[in-house]
């Protein structure tokens, strides 16, 4: 007798349709007033987080972005 494979990308049981609750794509980018500034950093710190964006297939300059902005918010409320 052979045993029934359960397909596990099928539902189980009874389904119930909801309402779409995720918003449109153009609701998921939120602009940022930013401005363009010309930054020297060391060669050191830039490898770093170029091999860091390489690695988690992002950008490096948005890294660095996100690092600041987190040390700013951090320090603003102090």
Do not use: C, W
């Not at 987080?49 to 690092?67: C, S, V």
Request: proline content about 8%.
């Amino acid at each position: 007798m052979k045993k029934k494979m359960i397909d596990p990308n099928k539902p189980i049981g009874k389904m119930t349709r909801i309402d779409d609750f995720l918003p449109p794509p153009e609701k998921l980018v939120i602009p940022e007033e930013t401005i363009k500034v010309t930054l020297s950093l060391k060669k050191s710190s830039v490898d770093f987080f170029k091999r860091q964006a390489e690695q988690y297939h992002a950008k490096y300059q948005k890294m660095i972005r996100e690092l600041l902005d987190r040390y700013a918010i951090q320090y603003s409320s102090a």
